[in-house]
């Protein structure tokens, strides 16, 4: 059996957030779901990548997991999610290739990943595996605004400055920026009833095609 490295696990399973984070968000009833499930569609007869986008915030504390397809496009499938409470489930992502958004947030200070899932061929197997691998991570971001309280108009326009152990700036991507501006948004919505990344592409539920930009 391989041994999985940090590196391996982060992009496995998402942020390993520290005890103390772990029970805050039990506390105040908040759900994050950031795993991937391999599924599989009967009528095209093929594999794909599902992730459920969910979280949420109350005013010290936040955390949101998000997805979206290559290079920040829309996924091939959303289905939006019902749920009765708040800071839970809100809609469900599927493609073939997905890259995961996640964020958590204490008052000011945030942290971020972002990693790439994609399915590789297994020579003598019709089941694929899971190839998972961290596009970006910074455990040092800071956004001195309160997006969950009297700034709120702002959510959804801004994102952290994020930094490097060493304190230089560092930046994800440019394809992912709006991605990471909403994943914001998610950790600073109060009682999120809603989906933040997902719901700028629900046309693709109807039409399967991509939202004008």
């Known amino acids: 059996m391989m041994t999985l490295n940090k590196s391996d696990v982060l992009a496995l399973r998402g942020l390993r957030l520290p005890s103390a984070a772990l029970k805050a968000m039990q506390r105040a009833g908040m759900y994050c779901q950031p795993t ?8 095209t007869n093929r594999y794909l ?10 005013p010290g504390c936040g ?5 979206a397809a290559e290079h920040g496009a829309p996924p091939e499938i959303i289905q939006p999610i019902g749920s009765v409470g708040v800071n839970g489930v809100h809609a469900a992502s ?3 290739v997905l890259v995961r958004a996640h964020m958590f947030r204490s008052e000011h200070h945030y942290e971020l990943l972002l990693t ?17 691998s961290v596009l970006f991570h910074s455990k040092y ?5 309160e997006l969950w309280g009297n700034q709120s108009n702002l959510r959804g326009v801004i994102a952290p400055t994020f930094y490097s152990r060493s304190g230089e700036q560092v930046s994800a ?3 992912f920026h709006d991605v990471i501006v909403q994943v914001t948004a998610g950790v600073c919505c109060v009682g999120c009833r809603h989906s933040h990344v997902a719901r700028l592409n629900t046309l693709v539920v109807e039409t399967g095609v991509e ?3």
């Open 63 to 67: 955390a949101y997991c998000a997805f």
């Open 36 to 43: 991937i499930s391999i599924e599989f569609q009967t009528g």
């Open 94 to 96: 599927l493609s073939p």
């Open 211 to 213: 939202p004008a930009r």
């Open 141 to 145: 971001g800071a956004l001195d605004m």
């Open 116 to 132: 790439r899932h994609s399915l590789v061929s297994i020579p003598g197997k019709a089941r694929p595996a899971l190839h998972n």
């Open 173 to 175: 991507p440019d394809c």
């Open 49 to 58: 990548l599902r992730g459920v986008e969910s979280g949420g915030a109350v």
